[in-house]
């Protein structure tokens, strides 16, 4: 009889002991040249990020040029005074650098990773772009003919054209908020390396800018680099430009952007609620997350999982602006996609969520779910020097203290299930929701009409 072999089984891993953790708080300092500096030693994170934002807004954008910022954003890794486009490219490939830059209603931001040992050689890249880059007319006209390119796709797709047209309801015709951050056809077609060049001569200077270090800084003289490099960098002094109340109308209604044939609708549903400055904030991210935030959420959990409608819907609060006199405002919304036949049916169901929800409140099983998923994965969000760099430049961005997101995970672990309930509903009123469809209006127009959640127009889809 053949004996069974023996196996010897490694022992188990056991967890080890759990370790505190904060969000890092970084040193704050400024050069000769105005420019802010924020870092922060990462011990381990041998790549450097490096954010630096520019109080370049949108909203500076002259009359009739909406996609200047965004065009300008995108040629400051286009070449410099000592680089062509080709050259640039090449000498960040070198250092195992990469450098983006995007426009949004704030500002114009830039990000560099690179590695720790490279960091004196990134560091100058990113200043010479800022300092001297080279607009040539051939970039900008590649740049202007890129974007025009990318604007029909981003018409063509749902969930794109649906944001594009809530926006446009919400906010007045005259406030740029209501109209695409990257510019339309027609105004980015009018731009031209002159007005890029006015734009930057204008706006981007080092006296109103914020540099965010993030890494492992260990034996790195980051002041004599940044003295060599972003010091180096000039530009007239200026203040701030101020930051204009946000005017919006949520009034509830609907709006249907025509897509005939469509077997999907898009769903977006929004209203325009209170910023990270507003005592609420906290609560209202927990309720949020409560009502949409995970596979687990109550959307979800009668959309998808006990009507099949969805494979998903989300409710978030998205910063839009920021100011701390509390004239800022975040976009509250909800969006999703269903089948077309079920388009009335599920959105029936989703305003009854909203009202259970207004009723009977939230569970603490639900409330403690959301604080062990918002703030039990903090330390696993904030690994990289990426994310942390990123996160702070979010708060010089909404005027936020260095030490807002530490509070903010206090705050969120603090937030009972009866204050969470209350800014849920307070975010989402069922009365005064703007709602986009974005789906063939000739099946699903007369099935809204009969929910009675608003009056309903129908647009094209263009």
Not at 299 to 316: C, I, P
Not at 410 to 417: F, I
Request: proline share 6%; glycine share 8%; aromatic share 4%.
């Amino acid at each position: 009889m053949t004996e069974l072999a023996t196996m010897d089984f490694h022992p188990q891993p056991q967890a080890g002991e759990a370790r505190p953790w904060a969000f890092p708080a970084p040193e704050r300092t400024a050069l000769g040249n105005g420019l802010t500096v924020l870092r922060c030693h990462r011990p381990g994170q041998q790549i450097v990020a490096v954010e630096v934002l520019l109080d370049a807004p949108l909203e500076a954008e002259p009359a009739g040029l909406d996609g200047v910022a965004t065009i300008t954003a995108r040629a400051f890794s286009e070449g410099t005074d000592k680089h062509s486009a080709e050259e640039f490219a090449a000498e960040l490939e070198r250092c195992g650098a990469t450098l983006d830059a995007y426009a949004d209603h704030p500002g114009i931001r830039l990000s560099l990773e690179v590695p720790a040992s490279r960091l004196a050689k990134g560091l100058g890249l990113l200043a010479d772009a800022l300092r001297a880059p080279a607009f040539a007319d051939s970039e900008i006209e590649r740049l202007v003919r890129n974007r025009l390119d990318e604007i029909p796709h981003e018409l063509a797709n749902p969930s794109r054209r649906a944001a594009k047209e809530l926006s446009k309801e919400l906010f007045p015709a005259t406030s740029r908020m209501s109209r695409p951050r990257q510019g339309t056809e027609e105004t980015v077609a009018g731009i031209d390396s002159t007005a890029v060049r006015a734009f930057h001569e204008k706006h981007v200077r080092p006296a109103t800018a914020t540099a965010v270090v993030v890494g492992d800084l260990t034996g790195t003289d980051l002041d004599e680099l940044l003295g060599d490099t972003l010091g180096a960098w000039t530009g007239s002094s200026a203040q701030p430009r101020p930051v204009p109340p946000v005017v919006a109308d949520d009034s509830g209604r609907v709006v249907i952007v025509d897509r005939p044939g469509a077997v999907q609708t898009q769903l977006l549903i929004g209203r325009v609620g209170a910023d990270r400055h507003d005592r609420v904030w906290a609560a209202q991210v927990l309720g949020a997350y409560c009502l949409g935030g995970t596979l687990t959420s109550r959307l979800d959990r009668v959309l998808r999982e006990e009507k099949g409608y969805t494979y998903g819907v989300r409710s978030f609060a998205q910063v839009l602006r920021s100011a701390p006199d509390g004239t800022g405002a975040s976009l509250l919304a909800i969006s999703g996609s269903v089948d077309t036949p079920n388009t009335g049916p599920a959105l029936q169901d989703l305003w009854t969520v909203l009202r259970t929800l207004a009723a009977e409140g939230l569970t603490d099983a639900e409330r403690d779910v959301a604080v062990q998923n918002l703030v039990g994965v903090a330390p696993l969000k904030y690994e990289t020097a990426a994310a942390v760099a990123g996160t702070l430049a979010d708060q010089v961005e909404q005027h936020l203290p260095d030490d807002y997101q530490a509070e903010l995970y206090r705050r969120l672990a603090a937030t009972g299930t009866v204050e969470a309930t209350a800014a849920v509903v307070n975010a989402f009123p069922v009365d005064r929701l703007v709602t986009v469809l974005v789906g063939d209006a000739a099946k699903i127009k007369e099935p809204v009409e009969a929910l009675g959640i608003g009056e309903v127009t129908v647009v094209a889809a263009e």
